[in-house]
């Protein structure tokens, strides 16, 4: 009899899960819909404020705007600090999802206070940052418990990702993919999609627009194709380690000095600011702040220079290796557009469609998130390309190894058996196992001798 009213009530129970938290995903998207929007919208009018500026007053300001990041974020929220989405990451696995209600309003003014000026990084992990804040404080006004407050967080993060994208599917499941590599919680898709759809909708009724060049152009797809896309994945897979090398080196280097000297730590966002006006004094101002028109140029086909993607992981790396505010996503976009845009002669290929491949797999491998990835590159450029995206982030999926622009990642893939790493632990408290190096076998004689 218990099983027979077990099997009767199932149903109900499942369906009480389902409208729940489509109701919790969507009042969350709403909230965060409209709070991030108002970010970006702030964000965009101080852009807008110092884009005349002569290069003399930038060189100026942007030491001064990294002092400025290094205060709000030392005695406001030091969990403000980098791009973002990494302390959101690490709050679900480590915090259920708690975060801090301070993080909104000063990981805004610490965006804004790097961006703004010329610091080279993003909008889409504040964002993130921000959407994850709104629902955790959602999660306290109703008293979720610690695994609510972990999905409702979720539902922040995609919300975020798709505000600042335009793209509801592909933000939805990049809030969960970038979470653990190898990994989606297929119990979260639906509630993060309702969240992202209602904040993407949202963020259109307050005016928010987005706009990407998109190519028409199909091409046939042969096995001398794939196999160049293939190689374009792994160069592009080799592109995004080079760049987590350079950040995470730089940052051990801060954390080395503020240890051993006692340094102050908003100095360190300020000599970002000096590194950065240098560099920039040698290759121009085009790889500061979100370098939109950079990207925008490499989409529709122009040409850009030839080491365009170099100069901008350079400005990224200081920018966010020294502990200044934004996000990396974005970057990863220019980077990965402007190197296909470098490669697409090389590989035979329309200008377009190579920045369009080499956004996709450059971001797919900073963030090990191929799925969204290859998502997005559909809703933002059409789904006549769905092939060579997945042919392009695969590759550049496997090639980055067991790194990423967010170590607090937990692992649940091993890319390799060459490569261990342990399973069910985050890459930054992963321990270095040796390499497994495949050995040549000798033949039958020679081991008998």
Known sequence: MKTIIRRIWEPFLMGRQLVLWLLLGTATGALVGVVVTYFLKLLFFSIALTASWPFWLTALTLPLGGLVTGLLIHYGAPSAAGHGTEAVIRAVHRDAGRINWKVAPVKALATITTIAPGGSAGKEGPSAQIGAAVASAVADLLRLSADQRRRIVICGIGAGFATVFGTPVAGAILGIEVLAIGDLWYDMLLPSFAASVTAYEVAQALGLT??????????????????????????????????????????????????????????????????????????????????????????????????????KLVTVAITLGFGMSGGIITPLFVIGATLGSTLAGLFHLPLAIGAELGMVAVTAAGTNAPIALIIMGMELFGSRLAPEFLIVAVPAFIMIGNHSVYPSQQVRLQKSPWVPISVGRSLEETSEIPLHLPQRRRPQAARDD
Do not use: E, I
Request: hydrophobic share 55%; proline share 8%; aromatic share 14%.
């Open 210 to 311: 987005w706009t990407y060049p998109r190519t028409a152009v199909p091409l046939p797809l042969t096995m001398g194709l794939f196999g160049r896309l293939v190689v374009w994945g792994m160069v592009a897979g080799l592109v995004a380690y080079v760049l987590v090398l350079a950040m995470d080196g730089l940052h051990q280097w801060m954390h080395r000095w503020r240890t051993t000297y006692q340094v102050w730590p908003p100095l360190f966002p300020l000599m970002s600011g000096v590194a950065l006006v240098v560099v920039m004094a040698f290759v121009g101002r085009a790889y500061g702040g979100l370098s939109l028109p950079l990207l925008t140029r490499a989409l529709a086909g122009h040409t850009v220079p030839t080491l365009a993607f170099w100069w």
